[in-house]
C-alpha cells in the first residue's frame, strides 16, 4: 500500500513539477511574450515595451496592433498574453475567461481622448457634440450646415478601418446600430486617416489623441503639419470658452465629451512578463511615459515639492 501511495505522489510531483516549469518559461525580468493593441494607441504601447526593455535587457514584446476585437480575439484564444483596448470586455468574452478558470480583472490605465481632425483649409475649428450626433444620426450632411463653417461640400467620414475602437467608441457614444447613408472612408490605419484629412478639405477624421500628442517625436510633430483639430463642446449654445481639444488637462478634469478609457486586458495566470509590463506602466516611469504621450494616467506620478526655509 505505501508504495503505491508513493508512485501515485510521485506521479503527481511530476505532473505539478512539469506545470510548473511550462509556466516559468518567463517572468517580470526575462522572456518573450506575444501581446496585442488596438492600432489607435500604438505610439503610447510603443513607448511602453520600449521603456520597459530598457529597463530588463532579457525581455522582449512581440506587439500586434490590430482592430480592437480582433486584439481581444487573440487574448481570448490564448495567441496573445494580454490586450491593450478602450474598452472592458462583453459578458460573452467574460465567460469565455471563466470557463477556462482565468480571473477576469481589467486594469484601467489611462484616459485617452478622440480626436476630430480637418485640414487647415477647413477655418472653422470647432464643434458641438449635437452637431457631431447630428453628422453620424444622417441629419447634417455638409459641411454648410455646421455654424460657422466656410466649406460647402458633403462631410466626409474618415476612421482607420470598419471595426476599429474609434467608430465602435462613436456608434456606443450616439447609441448607433448601423451607418447606413453616411459617407464613410477607411483608411487602414490611425496615420493613414491623418494624411487622408490634411488633402481632402471636406473630410472629418477621428484618431487616437496619442498619434499628434506627443511633440518630442519627430513622427508626431511632422503627422500634425497641415492638420486642425477640432474643439468639442457638449452645450447646446456654448460661448467660446465651453469648447475643448483633447489635450491633456481636458482629460485629466473630465471637459473633453469624447474622453474615454484604456485597459489592459490579461489572461496571465503566474508573475509573468505580462504582469511585469503592468506594474511598470501603473508605478511612476510608466505613468510618466503615458503623461509624455498626452494621455492622463490612471496613476498620475507624484511630484513631491520641497520647500526649505533658509535662516
Known amino acids: 500500500m505505501n508504495r503505491v501511495l508513493i508512485a501515485f505522489l510521485s506521479?503527481?510531483?511530476c505532473i505539478i513539477t512539469t506545470y510548473s516549469c511550462k509556466q516559468a518559461n518567463d517572468s517580470a525580468f526575462h522572456g518573450t511574450v506575444t501581446i496585442t493593441s488596438d492600432e489607435s494607441l500604438q505610439p503610447m504601447v510603443e513607448q511602453l515595451?520600449?521603456?520597459y526593455v530598457g529597463t530588463h535587457a532579457d525581455t522582449k514584446f512581440n506587439v500586434n496592433y490590430l482592430p480592437e476585437h480582433l486584439a481581444i480575439a487573440k487574448v481570448l484564444e490564448d495567441s496573445s498574453r494580454l490586450a491593450f483596448v478602450t474598452r472592458e470586455l462583453t459578458t460573452s468574452e467574460q465567460n469565455v475567461f471563466k470557463t477556462r478558470g482565468i480571473r477576469y480583472s481589467p486594469q484601467f490605465i489611462a484616459i485617452d481622448g478622440l480626436a476630430l481632425l480637418t485640414s487647415?483649409?477647413?477655418e472653422d475649428s470647432l464643434i458641438t457634440l449635437k452637431e457631431v450626433e447630428g453628422i453620424f444620426k444622417g441629419q447634417i450632411k455638409n459641411w454648410s450646415q455646421l455654424e460657422g463653417s466656410q466649406q460647402t461640400k458633403d462631410i466626409v467620414l474618415v476612421f482607420d478601418n470598419a471595426n476599429s475602437s474609434n467608430l465602435n467608441f462613436v456608434m456606443n457614444k450616439f447609441g448607433l446600430t448601423d451607418l447606413k447613408g453616411l459617407q464613410i472612408f477607411s483608411a487602414g490605419s490611425n496615420k493613414k486617416v491623418i494624411d487622408y484629412v490634411r488633402q481632402n478639405p471636406n473630410a472629418l477624421g477621428f484618431i487616437g489623441v496619442?498619434?499628434?500628442?506627443?511633440g518630442e517625436v519627430p513622427l508626431t510633430a511632422e503627422l500634425s503639419k497641415g492638420l486642425r483639430v477640432?474643439?468639442?463642446s457638449d452645450k447646446e449654445k456654448p460661448t467660446r470658452q465651453d469648447y475643448y481639444q483633447p489635450f491633456q488637462q481636458n482629460l485629466r478634469f473630465g471637459n473633453y465629451p469624447l474622453a474615454r478609457k484604456v485597459y489592459i486586458i490579461s489572461r496571465e495566470m503566474h508573475a509573468g512578463l505580462g504582469s511585469g509590463l503592468l506594474n511598470y506602466i501603473m508605478r511612476d516611469v510608466g505613468s510618466?511615459?503615458?503623461?509624455k504621450?498626452?494621455?492622463?494616467?490612471?496613476k498620475p506620478f507624484n511630484r513631491e515639492v520641497i520647500l526649505k526655509k533658509e535662516i
Open 120 to 122: 487647415r483649409a477647413n
Open 49 to 51: 515595451c520600449q521603456g
Open 288 to 291: 510618466l511615459i503615458i503623461e
Open 11 to 13: 506521479v503527481v510531483v
Open 293 to 298: 504621450c498626452g494621455l492622463w494616467p490612471a
Open 210 to 214: 496619442n498619434w499628434i500628442s506627443d
Open 230 to 232: 477640432l474643439a468639442v
